[in-house]
Every structure is written in structure tokens, then in C-alpha cells.
């Protein structure tokens, strides 16, 4: 297993990238900076798995929480409203603050 | 010629089904009598699984915690299969509404809620909940107040997500099984609200 960078609380940016694939990562969320919820564990790569990899060595799995206004910049709601997204690893850089 | 009028000839995802499957059965890595099983299976599941899981945790606070610590560890308590996913499950409170979808497919609790309904599958409510979940919601006739908190949960990867509504008032006292009888689909969505009926 791919060793945890990232832990509860830890802002990240998800990368702005756009390579081909089964990619599971939205378009809607990349380049979107949010908080890590939590720790989903490890999942063989889904990009790899879709060319008929094994996936390994499994990916750390996160939940991030998006604040939706950051997301939408026409949102109508609140700043309490939030996406959350399960995004792996290697899409995932630290935030600053 | 007339006859052509009814013909209605098989989509393109229908006809790939069709033919993969008759190729596996015809390459001998499965039989029909496998496919139909699992396909029997599938149907027999229904979101009457989901609401025995939401009526115990209402009734059992122990098993409430136990439930959104560990959904999959909760379920195979309650003697429910939950293969090979983990159940993240997420509660409604009088601060926070939750709702899910899967943006990129369908992914969908179904060893608790079943098959998905179309709805949940359109291109519409998945490009339009993740960024208009109000607007989406009041289309369903689920109005949720501006100071309640909308929290939209994209089933991206391997966890499938299930929401644990609030107990209506006018339940006290209820068993379980009454309970779980007011507990809809759409309510484990998020898209509706549990109502005493």
C-alpha cells in the first residue's frame, strides 16, 4: 500500500489535470481546494484497474469536503452547504493554510 | 411492410448486454442458470433492507453508533450482506440534510435499497444536485429550511453512502416494524424527508 499522506482536517487541492482513462476524479472538482473528512483505507487504482492492471500497490481512498460556494461561484445557499467527494491519493496535493 | 412499424430494434448497450452474454455463456465461464440467479437476486433486494437497518438505529442508540462508525459492520449485525462495499452511513439532523448521487455513474446502495430508480440515473439530477441541491430537493417537494445545511455526498469511488433520516415526531413509542414501514426509499436518498403516516 501507497504510504497515507493526508490526515482528517488537512486541506488539499485536487489536481487540474485531464488525462485519459477511467478517471474517477469529476471534472467539476479538480483544481477545487477542500478538507479531508476522512480516511476511506486503500483501494486497488481504478485507472489501472480499467486497463486490466492489478491496481497495486492500492491507493489511500479520502473523503473531501467541499465548500460548495468555492465549487459554484453562483451557488444559491449558504456557506455551511458542502460537497463531499471521495478522491484518491495521487489526485491530491496540500493546500496552503 | 406494415410489420416494421412494431418492430423496435435492441439500443446499443442492449445489444452489447446480449452479445457479451451469450459469449460468456457460450465460452462456458458462465451458465444462463448463473445469470438468472443473480439477476433474481438483484430484484429481490429492496429498500425494505435499508429501513429495518434506519428502524433499529432509531430505536437502539447503541446501534446508532455503532451504524455511522461502521455501516458494513452494522449491517452483517442485523444478519444484512453487504458484499464487497463499504456503507458510509450519514444522518440527518435538525442542523444538516443529506443527499446523495453518484456524478459519474450510478452508483448506489444497492445491497440495501435495491435497484436504483431511473431518476437516479438521469443526467439531469446527477449534473444538477451537486450544484443546485435546493432547487433539486423543492422539486421533490423537500423543502429544506435556509438554515439547515445541505451536505451532498458524490459516491465517486468504493464507498456507497445511505442516509439515516431524522425520526418524525409522532412516533414515540412505535416498534421497529412500524417504523421501518414509514421509512421511504427516496428518504435514504435524501431527496424526502421520513414521515409519520
Known amino acids: ?97 | 411492410m406494415s410489420e416494421l412499424g412494431k418492430y423496435t430494434p435492441l439500443t446499443y448497450f442492449q445489444l452489447m448486454e446480449v452479445s457479451l452474454r451469450e459469449l460468456l455463456v457460450e465460452k462456458g465461464v458462465v451458465s444462463d442458470t448463473d445469470v438468472d440467479a443473480v439477476a433474481a437476486d438483484m430484484k429481490s433486494r429492496g429498500p425494505e433492507r435499508g429501513a429495518k437497518v434506519v428502524a433499529r438505529a432509531w430505536t437502539d442508540p447503541a446501534f446508532k453508533r455503532r451504524l455511522l462508525a461502521d455501516g458494513t459492520a452494522a449491517c452483517v449485525e442485523l444478519g444484512l450482506d453487504v458484499p464487497a462495499l463499504r456503507l458510509v452511513v450519514v444522518e440527518n439532523t435538525p442542523e444538516v440534510h443529506n443527499v446523495i448521487v453518484c456524478t459519474l455513474c450510478s452508483c448506489y446502495p444497492r445491497m440495501l435499497l435495491g435497484l436504483p430508480p431511473d431518476w437516479y440515473k438521469s443526467s439531469n439530477y446527477r449534473k444538477r444536485v451537486v450544484r443546485e441541491p435546493r432547487a433539486v430537493l423543492a422539486e421533490f417537494g423537500t423543502r429544506i429550511p435556509d438554515e439547515v445545511a445541505i451536505r451532498v455526498h458524490d459516491s465517486t469511488a468504493d464507498m456507497r453512502y445511505m442516509v439515516l433520516p431524522m425520526r418524525p415526531a409522532g412516533t414515540e413509542g412505535w416498534n421497529e416494524e412500524r417504523l421501518a414501514g414509514i421509512v421511504s426509499r427516496d428518504a435514504m436518498v435524501g431527496v424526502a424527508l421520513a414521515q409519520a403516516t
Open chain 1, 1 to 97: 500500500m501507497v504510504e497515507v499522506k493526508f490526515r482528517p482536517g488537512d486541506r488539499v487541492k485536487v489536481m487540474k489535470a485531464y488525462p485519459l482513462g477511467h478517471i474517477r476524479t469529476p471534472y467539476y472538482i479538480r483544481g477545487c481546494t477542500g478538507v479531508v473528512e476522512r480516511v476511506c483505507g486503500a483501494f486497488p487504482n481504478p485507472e489501472e484497474l480499467a486497463q486490466m492492471r492489478s491496481g497495486l500497490p492500492a491507493q489511500p481512498l479520502y473523503r473531501v469536503r467541499f465548500v460548495q460556494s468555492d465549487v459554484w461561484p453562483d451557488y444559491r445557499g449558504g456557506r455551511d452547504d458542502t460537497l463531499d467527494v471521495e478522491i484518491f491519493q495521487h489526485w491530491l496535493d496540500k493546500a496552503a493554510g
